[in-house]
């Protein structure tokens, strides 16, 4: 499930490259093709709890960590490409960028947030750390998301609707964390616990 | 070392349009028409030229196909590809255009009548994004001062102001208030009166097409593109500094004058580099795009960092 859900970005990407559906300036469309996904999936992850217990599917929750490590790597594809290609390795260039450009740290920052969240995401190291430590390190998703969508907002040049779009349902799906009605969160906290510890399916 | 495409991933569609180019000069040239500014060649700045040649990057032309799928033209839409998606059918006929202001022959003017007594010249400029992308595009136009000086402007008038089309019905960006309807530009007197701002009725020798701003469009190439303002009703001129969209918008990311300047940057990113349509590698930005030579002069003892 998460396998094919992993396919359709680059399916999406590999297919426009091939037919020329990049344009004329395919190195811009990768940047913001892979910056797009990166945000869109991390609000997919971010979306999965709410949904699952709105909709009470708790299968659902199998897909929050694969496409949550999907998500970093489209994020870091958008680094590298943004490195590589857009700045050709250009050092100076890099560090004046994430210094002196606000986007762009914010960028920055959300890439750094994510990477240890990714680097956790094994089954053994939610066994190493323990559920709730591991939960504790996970909520850096939500400033991470936060940050993601600054980066996306300070960037558009006119049309702020998409990224405010973002912000909307980000802050949304924040709210909907922080404002369970109590024994709700303490039941939703309790199955929480379900996803650190390896899923049975 | 420039890196390009390889060739053999260049489509055939973005090479035929420069054979049918080169074809269509000799058939002018056949006719004698434009023969010899064509042969005369290019008003590239030629110290830029050669700095870029001993950097080993030429300035080929950019192919019909990038330049007319790749634009920024908000009034069709914010994505590059919106314009060439939505102006298909936008082809600035008839037209109308309205002088104002300080000027002895103010009038409305149907545009095949007011073009009429000129003759389009040929012009190869760079184009420069404020977004640090450039292309080479192969213009064909009448100098703006031809026209100026045909509609007798008084010495009251200091600017030039120009206005885009305002018609939602046709124009489907503008329906969202992304920006400040219509677009504005404007340019001082001596920046208008400058051998190199045209006005541009074609590229690769067609008329315009949609997304390229039809049927008549302004070119300054020592500035970034947003000021070569496109598809004009209206041309003013005026006493008084008169207000720019992106200005408007953002004052502090795009300014009145707009040169290029790769020592002031745009606060989100470095103006020092670009990267021109269809190469991957950035190249460095000259200082006026490479036409310093030629209008360094309008700006002297003015503080480009202040005037950007
Ligand atoms: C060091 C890290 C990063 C850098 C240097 C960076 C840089 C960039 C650049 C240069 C653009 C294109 C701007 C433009 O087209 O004007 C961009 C777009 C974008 N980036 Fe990033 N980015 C980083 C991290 C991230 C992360 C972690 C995310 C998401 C979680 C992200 C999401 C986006 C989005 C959504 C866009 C806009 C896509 C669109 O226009 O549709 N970026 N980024």
Known sequence: MAGVLALVPLANIGWDAATGGLGVEPVEALVRRTGWWALTLLVVTLAVTPVRRVTGWNRLIQIRRPVGVISFVYALSHFVIYVAIKQWFALSFIIEDILERPFITAGFITLCLLTPLAATSTRKSIRRLGGKKWRRLHWLIYPAALLGVLHYFWLVKADTRPPLVYAAIVIALLMMRLDLPAPFARKAARSDSAEPAPSRS | MLIRRGSDHIPSSEITPEAVYLNRRKFIGRLGAGAAAIAAGVPLGSQAHAASQSRGQSDELTPYEAITNYNNFYEFGTDKEDPARHAGNFTGHPWSVDVNGHVSKAATYDLPDLLSSFTPEERVYRLRCVEAWSMVIPWQGIPLRDVINYLE????????????????????????????WPYVEGLRMDEAMHPLTLLAVGIYERPLLGQNGPPIRLVVPWKYGFKSVKSIVRISFVEEEPPTTWNIMAPQEYGFYANVNPEVDHPRWSQARERRVGELRPRPTPMFNGYGDQVASLYSGMDLTRYY
């Open chain 2, 153 to 180: 402007p008084t010495s009251s008038a200091k600017y030039v102001a120009f206005q885009t089309l305002h018609d939602p019905e046709q124009m489907r960006g503008q329906r969202a208030r992304v920006l400040d």
